[in-house]
């Protein structure tokens, strides 16, 4: 079984001030997917960055990366200089023994202030 | 523009009444999920399905059913054994599942019970 842990039920952070919500997870499979999504307040699910379990490199999308410490078990997303967009909903989530299956995380509920 | 089309968007339910969650995608993906999710919590598996006129449970498959007759379309079915329907439904879909890739959300439906 999968299981995913976010320990940070609310952040807050400054605008443009960079920011790490934390991620780790748990499975036996030796293959696996690793994701951030971001849900607003609307509701959708918006995928934001991957990470493979075999990549030698953290991930990074734009403003988004993916601190990878695989020994640790961990799956970090930092978002460098934060807008008041990017308040929201950031879910971790993982996939590992076929079928793409999501196993999420509870969630972080991110708030940027001015 | 593709997407998945999720309707509808609010959703009231009878007591003993079973009620039908649309999910149609446009993607030509071959997977298609069905999520939900309660208010504090992540995202639990309800069913997925790989091809056409099969579908496979998750960990929440008790009190739902599934059909998947067409590539595009994915319906599930509150039935009256789901005796806490109370949740905001979520759709997803991907181009296959033989690999770790992101799902592609619909904007969810919100069903309650009168």
């Known amino acids: 079984a999968q299981k995913i842990t976010q320990t940070q039920p609310g952040m807050f952070v400054q605008e443009k001030e960079a920011v790490t919500l934390d991620c780790t997870y748990d499975?036996?499979?030796?293959?696996?997917?690793l994701f951030w999504y971001k849900q607003p307040s609307s509701g959708e699910m918006i995928f934001l960055i991957y990470?493979?379990?075999?990549?030698?490199q953290n991930a990074t999308e734009g403003r988004y990366s993916l601190n990878f410490q695989k020994a640790r078990k961990s799956a970090n997303l930092v978002i460098s200089a934060s807008q008041l967009g990017d308040s929201a909903m950031y879910f971790c989530?993982?996939?590992?023994?076929?079928?793409?299956?999501?196993?999420f995380g509870t969630g972080t509920q991110l708030k940027v202030e001015l | 523009d593709g997407g998945i089309t999720q309707s509808p968007k609010y959703l009231f339910r009878k007591e003993g009444q079973n009620v039908t969650l649309s999910c149609e995608q446009n993607?030509?993906?071959?997977?298609m999920y069905w999520y939900r999710q309660d208010p504090g919590q992540g995202l639990r598996l309800i069913y997925y399905?790989?091809?056409?006129?099969?579908?496979q449970k998750g960990d929440i498959a008790e009190g739902y059913s599934v059909s998947r007759e067409k590539k595009e379309s994915f319906p599930l079915t509150v039935t009256s054994a789901q005796k806490n329907p109370t949740a905001f439904y979520l759709c997803?879909?991907?181009?296959?599942?033989?690999?770790?890739?992101?799902?592609?959300f619909g904007d969810g439906t919100r069903l309650s019970i009168l």
């Open positions: 997803a879909s991907s181009p296959r599942t033989d690999s770790y890739q992101p799902q592609h």
């Open positions: 499975t036996s499979d030796p293959s696996y997917g």
């Open positions: 990470q493979g379990s075999y990549d030698q």
């Open positions: 989530a993982m996939s590992a023994g076929g079928g793409n299956k999501l196993t």
């Open positions: 993607l030509n993906h071959d997977a």
């Open positions: 399905s790989q091809i056409v006129n099969d579908f």
